[in-house]
């Protein structure tokens, strides 16, 4: 029964550090994992460099092996912490903890594969909260309710620009034709894409009089599209109501985001 309660208050002690940054014990294991988040990914760079790999490949792939058990490591106290590990393992950070670690493994069996690495790079995320940023965590919570507000529209109008693209794709296809480039229709839409998103890489252009005049109105109405999700999504900001979030960590599913007087967490339930 004692080992017990000291595997347990251990176990909490160990959540405090890892999860929570209001102690100076955690804000200090926070700033060591973001130091050591940003060393691992210049280094994953630096492998890149096909000089310097040639120089120093042997210690980068040292280095490389030596963060990914670290993280490894780091990623197994966070599930053995937390009441409910799968619940973790499934949120946002937790799939990057996990992503964060796996491109090294799979490297073994495919070659290159340690190039991934730079995901880890959304780890450094966590600074909102080691830094007490709590008006960040407001902000970005408003523009997620917004996103998700949003959505609906969002997705009718990406279906409306596809079928207007298989539309002008098509249409094109049939005015320029073969010996002009549009060789097919997925090829024709594949240009109306890049014209009506005004990127215009050049590798299909029209030739006759009336595909340039289709060109010219693909353009213009490109500018008028660009603004539709902008303005979607900025509506629903206006919208949104703010509210305040603190930076607690649940103990049981690791969830963050709770209401400064919550008691209890908002996703599973458990006591904050």
Known sequence: ??????????RRRLHEVIFEADTPAGKTFDVALIITILASVGAVMLESIASFRAAHGAALRFAEWGFTLL???????????????LRYATSFFGIVDLLAILPTYLSILLPGAQYFLVIRLLRVL???????????????DELRRALRASRRKIIVFLVAVLTLNVILGSLMYLVEGAENGFTS???SIYWSIVT?????????????????????????????????????????????????????????????????????????????
């Open 1 to 10: 029964m004692f080992g017990n309660a000291r595997l347990h208050a251990f």
């Open 71 to 85: 993280f490894t490591l780091e990623y197994l106290l966070r599930l053995w912490t937390v009441g409910r590990p």
């Open 126 to 140: 966590r600074v909102f909260r080691v830094l007490k940023l709590a008006q960040y965590l407001i902000e970005a």
């Open 185 to 187: 229709i997925p090829r």
């Open 196 to 272: 009506l998103t005004t990127v215009g890489y050049g590798d299909i252009s029209p030739r006759t009089n009336l595909g340039q005049a289709l060109a010219s109105f693909i353009m213009i109405i490109g500018y008028a599209i660009i603004a539709v999700p902008t303005g979607i999504v900025t509506a629903e900001m206006t919208w949104t109501r703010r509210r305040p979030v603190s930076t607690q960590v649940c103990p049981q599913c690791a969830a963050e985001g709770h209401d400064p007087d919550a008691v209890f967490c908002k996703r599973c339930g458990a006591r904050l």
